[in-house]
């Protein structure tokens, strides 16, 4: 069976300071690899989507970046974090080609102050 | 612009009474709809998946409804218990399109003594 890992699962940074989201996935190969951020009373926005090593794309323009250095590893980084970029981080894989079954991490909680 | 609109935002029922969340689409074209129950501080785990040519599915207490022509869909909960609460989002998915799932931004349900 597959699984999702996601950590931390709470972080607490200062404005300016760097940050790095690790996701990884066990159980299957070459997974599409899914980034969402969810702010306070709001729905899941779609940041990154990959569909192979060295894939992203990127949904909207902002001050987050996303890497895949191996094929069921999906880091979400910044190099100087904002009040705006706190939220709840989640990844989530599908199956590869064109299933659109996606399947949640346990998300990690971003506080910037 | 696809959009997923769901209601109410919130609603507190009592233990073992029934309920039934609301969701209204403008995805185009139409491929799926998911409902989705995110625990709080957890990532959403799949309840229901419908396709355009079914109009209801169960997943024990849970039965999701669809109305493909209306573009609306709903999930009724019947006999509520505590572990009912959650929040519950209504994803849907536009065809050939597997990054591209457009989320509501969920109902809160309460289930109290």
């Known amino acids: 069976s597959q699984t999702i890992h996601q950590w931390p699962a709470t972080l607490v940074q200062p404005v300016g300071s760097p940050l790095s989201l690790e996701c990884t996935v066990e159980g299957t190969s070459n997974p599409n690899l899914y980034w969402y951020r969810q702010a306070a009373g709001r729905g899941l926005q779609l940041l990154f989507y990959?569909?192979?090593?060295?894939?992203i794309s990127s949904e909207v323009p902002q001050n987050l970046s996303a890497s895949r250095p191996q094929d069921r590893q999906f880091i979400l980084s910044s190099k100087k974090l904002l009040l705006s970029d706190s939220g709840f981080y989640l990844c989530?894989?599908?199956?590869?080609?064109?299933?659109?079954?996606?399947?949640f991490g346990p998300g990690t909680r971003l506080t910037v102050l | 612009k696809n959009q997923v609109e769901q209601s109410p935002q919130s609603l507190i029922i009592l233990e073992g009474k029934n309920c039934t969340l609301q969701?209204?689409?403008?995805?185009?074209?139409?491929?799926?709809l998911r409902w989705y129950k995110q625990d709080t501080g957890r990532g959403p785990v799949s309840l229901t998946i419908m396709t355009f040519s079914e109009n209801t599915k169960s997943n024990g207490r849970y039965t999701a409804t669809l109305d493909a022509d209306t573009k609306q869909s709903s999930l009724h909960i019947t006999a509520s218990q505590l572990s009912d609460s959650a929040s519950y989002i209504c994803?849907?998915?536009?065809?050939?399109?597997?990054?591209?799932?457009?989320f509501g931004t969920g109902t809160r349900l309460q289930v109290t003594l």
């Open positions: 969701c209204n689409y403008t995805v185009s074209p139409f491929s799926n």
């Open positions: 990959s569909v192979g090593i060295g894939q």
């Open positions: 994803v849907v998915s536009a065809t050939g399109t597997a990054s591209k799932l457009t």
């Open positions: 989530a894989w599908s199956f590869g080609g064109t299933s659109d079954t996606q399947y």
